[in-house]
């Protein structure tokens, strides 16, 4: 009885073991099939995956050159090294030649990319310099625009005291309820009354009287000795009241235009120079002092305004 169940099992693991094994033809032809599938999908990877058209082309030679060098009885190995067979119209050294000229087209592609990579990253060092030198460049200028506006501030703010100090060393011939002195955003303000008690002009005329003299005499001499010309501009303002009584000739636009020209002369002869000067308007009564709009009869409407203006500070362009 054992012997018998013995020889079975040998029996059947004999069947089990000892199947059909494939022939050189059909071995060869399977490996064929699979490399023809290769090459398809190859051709297909070309336009959008070159890496994996490559690995395709590539394992279908591994299994063309297994066909040919461990099958070599088969008919399919003796047409493949004949040349008569062909992969869907290309020979073993075509599709060769196409993995190589994919490898090289692979190259050329992370060659430009290389290339476009290092033209982006100097383009992009190109700008950050030039916005670098840009802002250099406008840091300077605002550093020169600084200091040329606290260079005019300066001016005016010398200008200023000068007048004031000027003016109140000379207690015994200047009234000072005749003028004021105002700094503004925009430079200096120099207001003079034609004051009845101490008028600047003759009554009705535009001639200055021996106090007018002095006292435009005194602001000559301190905007000469502080020479504007590069930092500020001069601007000559006259102004009549409404009560102004006109004359034949003289109404109230002409008078404190006359008035304006004859300070604007006077104070020139005293040594300021031309090129300080900007402007010299009349205003007539169209611009009374805002600290007496209740009273346009108040004999202050009456005056000569003289503007220290500050030049606005030129801004290079780059």
């Not at 003796?78 to 599709?95: A, N, P, Y």
């Not at 003079?192 to 001499?221: C, H, M, Q």
């Not at 010299?280 to 007496?292: E, N, Q, S």
Request: charged letters at 30%.
């Amino acid at each position: 009885m054992k012997n018998t169940f013995t020889g079975l099992l040998v029996l059947c693991l004999c069947l089990g073991g000892c199947g059909k094994k494939k022939t050189p033809d059909e071995a060869a032809n399977e490996l064929f099939v699979e490399a023809v599938e290769l090459v398809n999908n190859a051709k297909s990877e070309e336009s959008t995956n070159i890496p994996a058209a490559i690995k395709s082309y590539e394992q279908a030679l591994v299994k063309v050159r297994k066909i040919i060098s461990e099958y070599k009885a088969s008919d399919i190995a003796v047409k493949l090294v004949s040349g008569e067979t062909l992969f869907t119209g290309r020979s073993i050294e075509q599709i060769e030649d196409r993995v190589g000229e994919l490898k090289y087209e692979l190259e050329r592609r992370a060659e430009e990319a290389r290339q476009a990579e290092q033209a982006r990253q100097a383009e992009e060092a190109r700008r950050a310099k030039e916005k670098k030198l840009q802002a250099k460049n406008e840091e300077i200028q605002r550093a020169e625009a600084k200091a040329q506006h606290d260079l005019i501030l300066g001016s005016i703010r010398r200008i200023n005291d000068d007048l004031i100090k000027a003016f109140i060393q000379n207690p015994n011939y200047i009234d000072m309820k005749t003028l004021r002195v105002q700094r503004t955003n925009e430079g200096l303000v120099l207001e003079f009354f034609n004051d009845p008690s101490r008028p600047l002009f003759d009554d009705g005329k535009s001639e200055l009287t021996k106090y007018g003299k002095l006292l435009f005499s005194i602001v000559a001499w301190t905007l000469a000795r502080n020479d504007t010309a590069l930092t500020s501009s001069i601007e000559v303002e006259g102004h009549t009241g409404v009560n102004f009584k006109e004359i034949k000739n003289d109404d109230k636009w002409s008078i404190s235009s006359k008035r304006a020209l004859e300070v604007r002369n006077h104070i020139e002869k005293e040594g300021v120079k031309e090129k300080q000067f900007h402007k010299i308007v009349g205003c007539g009564d169209t611009r009374p002092l805002k600290v007496y709009s209740y009273n346009l009869n108040h004999p202050h409407h009456s005056r000569v305004s003289i503007r220290v203006r500050a030049k606005e500070v030129p801004q290079k362009k780059n």
